[in-house]
């Protein structure tokens, strides 16, 4: 079972059980798939034999969608999100047969009566209907990727907001789903002022949970808070990727500093120690949304993509972010 207390890896430090870094098979044609998901009754992203998962159900319907043409097909994500997370600008690619391709456009199948002649857009339209109209996962965009293309790989940042109700916000049953509540009013702008010290190129190693062989070092490019019209303070988060349990303990700690239980100075000292602590807690899964993967112009999409796959270390500390 997944643990509550982890959540989404951004992905891109090499790992060992990673497989080569490769295009399509001959004969095959790579499409990119936009995805959305209330995470609410997900364990997670990643494929888990007895639990259900946000691949494991697109996984399924491909199944369903293409069982007399060969072996079962496998997503590439562009970052697994844990438990409870939701998406609703998550990337994925799909390597897709000749035979595959021609069995979602052949006119000669009753499923096919809507005529469609682009087979990423068929794929799109049957995969929903796999689905289900009503689903809590949604493929809302399928398009052939150009070459290079590698959802986890050559994507250069991802975007995260993580939603908080305090004491000044209306309770708003609808978004029970992806808004934590708390009881105590913050001070958004003592935890702005704390986000943006934060900001660059660090070892985050105070707000990542330690996983073996991988790295902390990430370069963090957009961190803010504000309070909306509604009264709910939402933080905005962009980095080159997010290592374990970092989202999530980046806006624990500006809670604490909202509640004035930390000072706005005191995130940044715990940056620079270097070290897990118990200054405070790792927030809800709930209240963190994937909004956008982004990724370089189609001639640097192979070049990104043989870069991350390199492992990071040290080292990476004297050279420059790659920032969109």
Request: proline share 6%; hydrophobic share 40%; glycine share 8%.
């Amino acid at each position: 079972m997944a643990d509550e207390q982890t959540e989404p890896v951004g992905a891109p430090a090499a790992d060992p059980a990673d497989p080569p870094l490769e295009g399509p098979a001959p004969g095959s044609r790579r499409i990119r798939l936009g995805i959305a998901y209330d995470g609410t009754d997900f364990a997670g992203w990643a494929r888990q034999p007895t639990l259900r998962t946000v691949q494991g159900a697109i996984e399924e319907a491909l199944a369903t969608l293409f069982r007399r043409h060969g072996e079962p097909l496998r997503l590439t994500v562009a970052g697994r999100t844990d438990a409870g997370v939701h998406a609703i600008g998550q990337v994925a690619h799909v390597d897709l047969t000749e035979g595959q391709l021609a069995a979602l456009t052949s006119p000669k199948r009753a499923r096919n009566a809507s005529g469609d002649a682009d087979a990423a857009a068929a794929l799109r339209r049957r995969l929903t209907g796999i689905l289900g109209l009503d689903s809590d996962v949604a493929i809302t965009g399928a398009s052939f990727a150009p070459d290079g293309f590698d959802a986890r790989f050559a994507a250069v940042w991802r975007r995260y907001e993580y939603r908080i109700a305090d004491a000044r916000a209306l309770p708003d049953p609808l978004r029970r789903h992806d808004t934590v509540r708390l009881p105590k009013a913050l001070d958004e702008s003592a935890m702005d002022a704390a986000a943006r010290s934060l900001v660059g190129l660090h070892d985050f190693a105070a707000y990542c949970k330690p996983r073996e062989g991988a790295t902390t070092i990430r370069t963090l490019q957009r961190f803010e808070w504000s309070r909306g019209a509604d009264g709910v303070v939402t933080a905005k988060l962009q980095a080159d990727a997010f290592c374990h349990s970092m989202v999530r303990a980046l806006v624990g700690a500006s809670v604490a500093v909202g509640e004035g239980r930390l000072g706005a100075d005191d995130p940044r000292r715990l940056l620079d120690a270097a070290e897990r602590t118990s200054a405070f807690l790792v927030m809800p899964a709930k209240g963190l949304t994937l909004t956008e993967v982004g990724y370089p112009d189609d001639a640097e999409l192979s070049a990104r993509a043989a870069q991350t796959r390199n492992r990071r270390g040290a080292h990476e500390l004297r050279i420059p972010p790659l920032i969109d």
